[in-house]
């Protein structure tokens, strides 16, 4: 499988990597997270080059997780702002965050703190059970085959 077809898998995991699954879109998530907004702001903080980030904003916007909003008339230039399918990657962000404080920190500590503004404290990203509650563990959870796996097999099962 050639990687421009991975986000034809029937696989939630392939489809999101297959718009956020290289290292510059995740920094330019992180840093559209942290209040940039600007082509050369982007481009300042990350020092990829102007093609690349041209392409990543591109594809972000493509697939709405950012959007263009003007802020210069005469001379148009853009600011690149985060949609509600863009924010709702934050949890993904969080996670990388908590692995790499854990894993990554080369024993000098988190290089950020998060605090929740409602509450005013500290927090560690945690991944939840919707239903209980309780702290996700890897070793407790079964995956089960969706109604979106038997849709796709049976879309190709009739294309065959």
Known sequence: MKWHDVGEQPCSVARTLSIV???WTM???????MGVRRFDAFQ????????VLAERLK???????????????RQERF??????????LYPLLLSLVKWGDKWMDLRLGAPLEYTHKT???????LM??????EPIDPRAVTP????GMVQWAAKMQAAV
């Open 59 to 73: 594809r972000l916007t493509e697939h709405e997780i950012l959007i263009k909003v003007p802020y210069q008339d």
């Open 21 to 23: 699954g290289d290292r």
């Open 119 to 125: 509450c005013g404290k500290k927090f560690t990203p």
């Open 44 to 51: 300042s903080v990350l020092g990829v080059t102007r093609h």
């Open 144 to 147: 089960m085959i969706g109604p």
């Open 128 to 133: 939840v059970c919707s239903e209980c509650g």
């Open 27 to 33: 920094l330019i998530l992180r840093n559209a997270f």
């Open 79 to 88: 600011e690149y702002r985060l949609t509600e399918k863009g924010l709702d």
